[in-house]
């Protein structure tokens, strides 16, 4: 059973979660994912099966697109509502003449420090661990591509956007930077992935809608392999 599934994770579950839930499905070892989604993250997980594996690389390189909600007023230690308040304060509402100028400063290539709460090793151990044991270490800026980023919908203390980037993104860091540029504390307070290369939301299907006609042919992408 080789090919590729594009499924739409659910909140409350991991990456790795959605893997096991699919070995056990179609009772099958190799399986995997290309691009990891916080546990509150929803949208697009490309999952790879069997052969379809070693494109793993491959996808993990596609360009991504995001729908992201954030929240004005409040600073999380993990920079999502899954955190602790670590900032807050009263504030008046942005302008949306100031929040797209604020969108618009990110556009292009930057450099994006990776938050503590990620995946990201320092000496051998991911910087979560570290996190999740009270520790913070100084991280390098990391190069990352903001294709566009565009304004949704805007109900102040919350703003929705749709973000089109580059692999190695982290869209709750993005968050906290614009309310920065604002001058506000911020958090991202929800996220959807909508695309990861050509693969689209309106094309997943839910974990307990998966079928194993949904298993799309990784021919065309084997010349990698």
């Known amino acids: 059973m080789d090919g590729i599934l594009i499924v739409n994770k659910p909140a409350g579950i991991t990456s790795h979660d959605a893997v096991d839930f699919i070995r056990r499905r179609f009772n099958i070892k190799r399986v995997g994912h290309a691009g990891t989604l916080d546990p509150m993250a929803t949208g697009v997980l490309v999952m790879l099966l ?61 450099d994006q420090i990776p938050p503590m709460v990620s995946a990201i090793k320092h000496k051998g151990k991911k910087l979560y661990q570290l996190a999740r044991s009270g520790k913070t270490i100084e991280r390098e800026p990391r190069k990352i591509r903001i294709d566009s980023i565009d304004v949704i ?61 949904d298993i799309i042919s990784y021919s065309g992408y084997d010349r990698h392999i």
């Not at 929240?71 to 999502?80: A, M, N, S, Y």
């Not at 899954?82 to 990110?106: M, N, Q, T, W, Y």
């Not at 190695?168 to 920065?180: M, N, Q």
């Not at 050509?198 to 998966?210: A, N, Q, T, V, Y």
Request: glycine share 10%; charged share 30%.
């Open 50 to 110: 069997g052969k379809a594996t070693k494109l793993s690389n491959i996808f993990m390189g596609n360009d991504k697109e995001y729908i992201a909600r954030m929240l004005f007023g409040k600073k999380t230690d993990t920079q999502d509502s899954s955190g602790r308040v670590i900032e807050e304060k009263e504030i008046e509402a942005p302008g949306i003449d100031d929040i797209e100028k604020a969108l618009g400063s990110f556009k292009g290539n930057i």
């Open 153 to 213: 919908e805007y109900k102040f203390p919350e703003l929705c956007f749709r973000v089109r980037c580059s692999k190695g993104t982290y869209v709750r860091t993005l968050c906290e930077d614009i309310g920065a540029a604002l001058g506000v504390p911020s958090h991202m307070s929800g996220l959807v992935r909508s695309a990861s290369g050509d693969f689209l939301l309106e094309d997943s299907k839910g974990l307990d809608e998966i079928h194993e006609k």
